[in-house]
């Protein structure tokens, strides 16, 4: 079993989170800098490279996985002018750790746009022993390319009056996006290095895969059925274990028989941004609950008398007996971002307003458990409530105090913990799921192989179309309320009104904040007729929608909406502390 854990290292102006995984006696062979794709290609990707980390430690190699500065929970704005400068910067402290450690040989595995950025920066990295080229993106220019089109098809287009550049999963400031045009894998820049080319067979034979190989002369392992891994037809991303299996075997074949003592940083706490006013922002690495489910904790930011007095008063005017804190709940087998890093944005943004906030990973998902010949755990399961509600325990909060956050599937862990008593606001982004028990159906129709929201891929193969689905939208228009209500109450459709009226009973503060998409998906299943119902049995909930965006909160404009409608929310909720060094208070 590797030993692993999760750090903060690099620029203390700018750090990065990374994990690094170890031998269990902590000595090593040598270490491998493993550099991740970016935007969508980053989550579908995670556990793998998380899978393969996990095997070099098993065979005697340090493993360090890191996110780029600007990206994932590393410090920084994603939409950085200088982000491919960052990036670089970001693998060259990678390597300069690794090294600093006391491994002797260096590898560095660079996975799609992470083979890009590794190759562009190797020549600031010193001199590195192996590099692994892995379905690599030879030119920036063809992924912006390739990106850009995507993206309009899958998401739309942006509003035009907004410079920056839309990937499926991020934006770029107009300048980064220049940047990363302008990369190329230059092979000379690997002479001298022993190489290994993992490509898709239709990839090897394009003109410039093609020339990469030649110009190397290296090691070439064939990627067979790799698109279920990068570009996943479903929510679940399969992890290519006998793929990464030969990648393990290339990297280890001529690493060093003996073995060193190495010394990573351990380092679980950060200052990861600051306010306006130049007080820091934290995030810190915690575990919680029994199966200790990886978290990061961005802290509140307050005057040391209210961390020995309580968090001042309420906007009632009452003591607070806890800080206020955002629990923000994953979508389905993502970890812990948020839709394009909407998550980790707003919790340093609700920071600089005395608001603590957790996103955690569930079992199964990110960084908590194993990914190496781990099954993928459904998504609703009894593990995955019972991790709901660990998360929440483990925080001991003041259920007043606590605010729950979820887009989709995460919507409805929200409702589902706050139906609990665990919470008293709910966030519930995108929610589809209005039902407040599962069938069992539910699970299989919604398990690692089908989709919670929709993925990025090509158009699927026509089906025949089932009774059900012919009679459901005949039923959503003619039958009458409340018989279209009782097939919501035992499951057959979703309906708004079961899922608020739940949570009205339940006194929970509930915000239910929709894309366009989601909107319209609420009226064809009569939310409104519901609402009206709800309102006169004193329903009080808001129903925030917006006229652009998509289900999975990718498409820029409709992020834009999500992240003012959710931010407006919390701040109502606590009150907008904002504050005033020369004051050493809040004002309101």
């Keep these: 079993m590797d030993v692993r854990h999760a750090s903060w290292f690099g620029d203390a102006a700018s750090p990065i989170l990374g994990h690094v995984h170890l031998p269990a006696d902590r000595r090593a062979r040598g270490a491998v800098v493993l550099c991740p794709p970016l935007g969508k290609e980053h989550l579908d990707t995670y556990r793998g490279v998380k899978a393969l980390a996990e095997q070099l430690a098993e065979r ?143 990839a090897r034979e394009t003109a410039a895969v093609s020339a990469l190989a030649t110009a190397l002369g290296g090691d070439e392992v064939s990627l067979d059925a790799h698109e279920s891994f990068v570009t996943p037809s479903t929510l679940h991303s399969a992890i290519p274990t006998e793929q990464l299996t030969r990648i393990a075997d290339w990297v280890v074949a001529d690493a060093p028989a003996a073995t060193r003592e190495v010394h990573f940083p351990e380092c679980g706490r950060a200052v990861v941004a600051t306010t306006d006013s130049g007080l820091p922002i934290h995030e810190s690495v915690e575990y919680l609950g029994p199966n200790e489910m990886f978290a990061l904790r961005t802290h509140g930011v307050a005057p040391e008398r209210f961390d020995t007095e309580g968090f001042g008063t309420d906007r009632f005017g009452a003591p ?80 007043q105090d ?79 309320y409340p018989l279209w209500l009782l097939l919501g109450r035992i499951g057959v459709t979703q309906v708004p009104e079961v899922g608020l009226e739940a949570l009205r009973r339940a006194g929970v503060s509930t915000t239910v904040v929709l894309s366009a998409e989601d909107h319209r998906w609420f009226l064809t299943q009569r939310g409104e007729e519901g609402l009206r119902r709800l309102r006169r049995r004193g329903f009080t909930g808001d129903i925030l929608t917006s006229e652009v965006g998509e289900h999975s909160g990718r498409q820029r404009d409709g992020r834009k909406f999500l992240r003012t409608a959710v931010t407006s929310t919390v701040l109502s909720r606590f009150g907008s502390r904002t504050a005033d060094p020369a004051a050493g208070e809040y004002v309101s």
């Design 60 to 202: 005697g190699l340090a493993a360090v996985r890191f996110d780029y500065t600007g990206t994932g929970d590393s410090a920084g704005d994603q939409d950085s002018p200088d982000a491919v400068a960052a990036w670089q910067r970001s693998v060259v402290t990678a390597v300069e750790t690794a090294r600093a450690s006391g491994a002797e040989h260096i590898t560095v595995v660079g996975l799609r746009a992470g083979a890009l950025i590794a190759a562009t920066a190797l020549p600031e990295c010193g001199p590195a022993d192996a590099v692994v080229l892995w379905d690599p993106i030879v030119s920036g220019r063809a992924m912006l390319r390739e990106q850009r089109a995507l993206y309009r098809l899958a998401l739309g287009a942006d509003d035009p009056e907004d410079p920056r550049v839309s990937i499926v999963g991020g934006v770029l400031a107009s300048e980064a996006a220049d940047a990363l045009g302008a990369l190329k894998i230059d092979p000379r820049s690997l002479n001298g290095t022993r190489t290994l080319l993992a490509t898709r067979p239709t």
């Design 320 to 399: 607070r007996r806890s800080t206020p804190t955002v629990l923000f709940f994953g979508t389905a087998y993502e970890h812990r971002l948020g839709p394009s890093r909407l998550w980790v944005e707003l919790a340093r943004e609700f920071a600089a307003h005395g608001i603590s906030t957790i996103r955690f990973d569930r079992t199964g998902v990110g960084d908590t458990g194993t990914a190496h010949g781990a099954t993928p755990t459904p998504l609703y399961s009894d593990d995955s409530d019972r991790d709901a509600l660990d998360a929440v325990a483990a925080l001991g909060i003041d259920p």
């Design 402 to 480: 606590l605010v729950v956050i979820g887009l989709c599937s995460g919507a409805w862990y929200s409702s589902w913990v706050a139906l609990r008593g665990a919470a008293h606001s709910a966030v519930l982004v995108n929610v589809i799921l209005w039902c407040t028990h599962r069938r069992k159906s539910l699970r299989a129709d919604l398990g690692p192989n089908a989709p919670d929201v929709p993925a990025i891929a090509a158009p699927a193969e026509p089906q025949t179309i089932s009774l059900r689905a012919r009679i459901k939208p005949w039923a959503q228009k003619y039958l009458p």
